[in-house]
Nanobody, 124 residues
Framework: QVQLVESGGGLVQAGGSLRLSCAAS????????MGWFRQAPGKAREFVAA????????YYADSVKGRFVISRDNPKNTVYLEMNNLKPVDTAVYYC?????????????????WGRGTQVTVSS
């Protein structure tokens, strides 16, 4: 059974940084694309960042481009989201997801497994 467990969320002041981690198990991690999404209260879940199976290709939402970095460590079965210069609008529950593709996946419908999320709160 595939499991994804996010960690690293918390409360941070605007301008601060956080590093989220997502530990995967139950499938050959290095064969699958990974992504991060977020959902703020009262809003739909939105794409944040994605990375292909090797880590050689990434894609970002315009709202986080230049501030967030997605990476992966295949031997550790873990994907990361480094978040810098955080803003109050980044406050949300952040989810990682995994899906079968050779390229980064931006559509949530192409991911087949999801974690339970980790809360990120950015104070002004």
């Amino acid at each position: 059974q595939v499991q994804l467990v996010e960690s690293g969320g918390g409360l941070v002041q605007a301008g601060g940084s956080l590093r989220l981690s997502c530990a995967a198990s139950g499938r050959t991690f290095s064969s699958y694309a990974m992504g991060w999404f977020r959902q703020a209260p009262g809003k739909a879940r939105e794409f944040v960042a994605a990375i292909n199976w090797s880590g050689g290709s990434t894609y970002y939402a315009d709202s986080v481009k230049g501030r967030f970095v997605i990476s992966r460590d295949n031997p550790k079965n873990t994907v990361y989201l480094e978040m810098n210069n955080l803003k109050p609008v980044d406050t949300a529950v952040y989810y990682c997801a995994t899906g079968w593709s050779s390229r980064p996946i931006t559509s949530e419908y192409e991911y087949d497994y999801w974690g339970r999320g980790t809360q990120v709160t950015v104070s002004s």
